[in-house]
């Protein structure tokens, strides 16, 4: 009986992990990536398993919304204002420089 609880207690967790469950979609010129995200990521989170993915450092990522605007900080996705499905934008920063490139990207 006890361990029937206990798998109630782990479909109901389960579930909400679910729920919770979102993507982006992360674009740059000819390439989108479509990463997992939870909503309580912020944007290093995001960067981290941007840089994993496409075998760059995190400092030479820079994330962007669709009005440009830089995502940084500690806010998370959620107080963002980014959503399951939401499209991101990303730049990198030169080879060999510390400009960054332009964005371009289409939606």
Known sequence: RRRRGNREQFIRRSQSNLQMAQY????RTNQTVFLYVEPTD??????????ATIKT?????KLLTETQ????GDKTLA???????QVL???QKKEGT?????????K
Do not use: C, H, Q, Y
């Open 24 to 27: 982006v979609r992360v674009k």
């Open 89 to 91: 934008f990303w730049v």
């Open 69 to 72: 605007a830089e995502l940084t």
């Open 42 to 51: 912020t944007p290093t989170d995001v960067k981290k398993k941007l840089a």
């Open 79 to 85: 107080e963002s204002k980014i959503g399951n499905d």
């Open 57 to 61: 450092p995190v400092e030479n990522i």
């Open 98 to 106: 510390d400009e960054w490139e332009a964005v371009n990207a289409e």
